[in-house]
């Protein structure tokens, strides 16, 4: 069982590496899923995993981010539980493609 959530986090969070810092904090807890920037300015996505390192992951775009961001909040919506993860990595996403690097 995985599980997984979307989120949205405010502030100043593009312009600063944050979407690979994302996925860099990503890869170490062992999340799936994809990150992005929004139109309005966000940065979105997905996170999938075990529901401890998804917990830390959760507070790591609550708190952290990157070095020169600037969070003001962080949302999170659409909590469930799957049978596996539906990525194979985390990727940023850029125009509806993925990137692994």
Known sequence: MAQSIDFEVFGIVQGVFFRKHTRDKAKELDIKGWVMNSNEGTV??????????????????????????????????????????????????????????
């Open 44 to 101: 979105v996505g997905t996170i999938q995993g075990k529901e401890k390192n998804v917990d830390k992951m959760k507070t790591w775009l609550r708190k952290t981010g990157s070095p020169h961001s600037k969070i003001e909040k962080c949302t999170f919506s659409n909590d469930r539980y799957i049978a596996k993860e539906e990525f194979s990595d985390f990727f940023i996403k850029k125009d509806d493609k993925f990137y692994a690097r």
